[in-house]
C-alpha cells in the first residue's frame, strides 16, 4: 500500500465519483489505475510504431514507421487531425484510445458547463 497526495478539489470530486460508481474510494481508484497502465500497455502493443506527446492544445501522434508527426486538436465535438483534414483517419483512432485524450476536450467551451445546465453539457 502507498499513499500520494492529490488536489483537494480532485480528491472531493473523485470521492463523488467512486460513491456514484458504488465503489469505495481505493477500489475505484485501484480500478481506474489499473485500467489505465493496461490501455498505455496495449496501445503500445497495438500499435508499436507509433508514440505520441501532448502539448495544450494538441495530441502528436508520432509514426516512427514513417518518420511523420500528425497534430490532432478537439474542433468542435470531434478530433479533428491537421495532415489529414480529416475526423475519421487512424491518427485521430489512435488519439481516441490514449489516456490523455481528455486534455484536448477540457479546452472545448462546451465542456466548462456546470450541472445545473444540461443543455451545454457535452455529447458524443
Ligand atoms: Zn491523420
Not at 478539489?9 to 497502465?37: C, H, P, Y
Not at 475519421?88 to 450541472?115: D, G, M, S
Request: aromatic share 10%; net charge negative.
Amino acid at each position: 500500500m502507498t499513499s500520494i497526495s492529490v488536489d483537494k478539489d480532485i480528491a472531493e470530486r473523485w470521492s463523488r465519483k467512486a460513491q456514484e460508481r458504488g465503489r469505495a474510494v481505493i477500489d475505484f481508484t485501484n480500478e481506474q489505475l489499473s485500467m489505465n497502465l493496461e490501455r498505455y500497455e496495449k496501445l503500445r502493443l497495438l500499435v508499436p510504431n507509433y508514440t505520441y506527446s501532448i502539448g495544450d492544445d494538441y495530441l502528436h501522434v508520432i509514426c516512427h514507421k514513417e518518420k511523420a508527426t500528425f497534430s490532432i486538436r478537439a474542433k468542435d465535438s470531434h478530433l479533428f487531425c491537421e495532415e489529414d483534414n480529416s475526423t475519421e483517419c487512424f491518427h485521430v483512432i489512435y488519439a481516441l484510445a490514449t489516456p490523455e485524450v481528455n486534455k484536448l476536450w477540457l479546452k472545448q467551451p462546451r465542456f466548462h458547463a456546470t450541472a445545473s445546465d444540461p443543455k451545454e453539457s457535452p455529447s458524443f
